[in-house]
């Protein structure tokens, strides 16, 4: 179907303010997912899945000014023990990441790719991503895909002792970044990893994630606190039989996030969980959209987004569970809830079951209220302040979604940064 005069206008209007990287043995990826953007046209207003989030901002040729933001608090993750490989407005820093030697992973830029023999990422660079647009299009992750100028190959082949850490810094006010991971889990291995910043002034994102039989990957992200930033996310995995995958992602602050997860579980009993809480306060838009397919017998999946919005901020949920003929013994589970702290804000959800099978076990719910007054009328009763009975009833509203973070550790680190915007807000 050809595209509409509006749609091709933005679309080419886009391009060519861009210049694809000159990166040797991913140019036919490249051009192939070029080839995609310019099929499906840039994101549209009245585009099915675009309905709730305006995408004019992630498709303009300039990047939004951002203004830097100082949240005079160590960054997240900062006492925990991990590899750091820091990128400074999208551009890797070999200066401030650590050696990236560590027992049971290979870690290397995308730009050093190509220059070993057979490296195993060649294959699978924009590989997952172009699995993704089938039934969904998705054209701001091929026009990642095409003009990512940097990232890192990660491929685990044992238990790494730390977790590896992504750490997105931001320092030019009108950066427009295109970060492109891709990770490769072998069979029986199993990582972490962490990202956490707020990576550039508008920033466009791509994780491609394939575990093999038995492979496990735990990611957990908190995504940067600076007010003015807007980000769109990418994350395609793929899993293996037996294999497990979980997500979890935290998000306070910024104009608008989009984080898109599309989750393929194509062996046997898999595993697959993506979470995420969101806080938001004014100007802040939240949008998760989740696609998750089921394609082997007995695999498990989760669903679980909370959001907290405050000031006319809104959250938008759209998730979806396709379960394909043949997938018996289905066990997928959905839920998206908000809490509205007050009657300007709003909270939209589209969840959405598809079951081709008939030996399955699947649902989905999805609710929007304020705080619980009984409950909060309980707490009071035993002298707890108002404002502080709200922001208990608030964490205990969110942990669903903290709870799938597997490590204490990191979910007390997940918890005590709640806890501590709510504290500032509240202040």
Not at 39 to 65: C, H, N, S, V
Request: with cysteine.
């Amino acid at each position: 179907m050809a595209l509409d005069d509006r749609k091709t206008s933005a679309t080419e209007t886009r391009l060519a303010a861009m210049v694809m990287p000159d990166v040797g043995c991913t140019k036919d990826a490249r051009e192939a997912a070029l080839a995609r953007v310019r099929a499906m046209g840039l994101p549209q207003r009245r585009d099915e899945y675009w309905k709730f989030t305006r995408p004019d901002t992630l498709i303009q040729p300039e990047a939004p000014e951002a203004a830097l933001f100082d949240a005079g608090e160590e960054p997240m993750f900062s006492d925990v023990e991990r590899l750091k490989i820091v990128f400074v407005d999208g551009v890797f820093s070999p200066e401030k990441s650590d050696d990236l030697a560590l027992e049971g992973v290979q870690i290397d830029r995308l730009e050093d790719v190509c220059c070993k023999d057979d490296h195993w990422a060649e294959d699978l660079y924009g590989a997952l991503e172009a699995d993704g647009h089938d039934p969904v299009h998705r054209p701001l992750a091929a026009l990642n895909t095409a003009y990512a100028g940097d990232g890192v190959t990660i491929r685990v082949t044992g238990k790494p002792s730390k977790p590896i850490s992504l750490i997105y810094t931001h320092e030019d006010v009108t950066s427009d970044v295109f970060l492109h991971h891709v990770v490769r889990v072998e069979s029986g291995a199993e990582a972490t990893i962490l990202e956490n910043g707020p990576a550039a002034a508008r920033f466009n994102k791509c994780m491609e994630i394939d575990i093999a039989d038995g492979g496990t990957l735990h990611h957990i992200r908190a995504q940067g606190r600076d007010h003015e930033r807007r980000a769109v996310t990418h994350l395609f995995a793929r899993l293996g039989t037996e294999s497990v995958f979980k997500s979890f992602t935290l998000t306070v602050n910024g104009v608008l996030t989009r984080n898109e997860a599309v989750v393929t579980l194509t062996g046997d009993d898999a595993v697959a969980h993506v979470a995420g809480a969101a806080l938001g306060d004014g100007d802040f838009h939240h949008d998760d959209t989740v696609f998750v397919t089921h394609d082997a017998l007995n695999c498990e999946s989760r669903q679980v987004f909370k959001k907290v919005l405050r000031n006319g901020a809104t959250g938008v949920f759209q998730g979806k569970i396709l379960v394909k003929p043949g997938a018996q013994k289905t066990d997928g589970y959905q839920i998206s809830q908000s809490l509205l702290l007050d009657d300007d804000s709003q909270f939209l959800a589209k969840p959405e079951l598809e079951i081709y099978a008939d030996d399955v076990a699947c649902s989905h719910g999805s609710t929007s209220g304020a705080i619980d007054e009984d409950a909060l009328f309980y707490l009071r009763a035993r002298g707890v302040p108002r404002d502080i009975a709200t922001d208990l009833l608030t964490l205990a509203f969110l942990a669903e979604a903290v709870e799938e973070i597997e490590s204490e550790e990191l979910r007390d680190e997940i918890i005590g940064r709640l806890e501590g915007w709510l504290e500032r807000r509240r202040g």
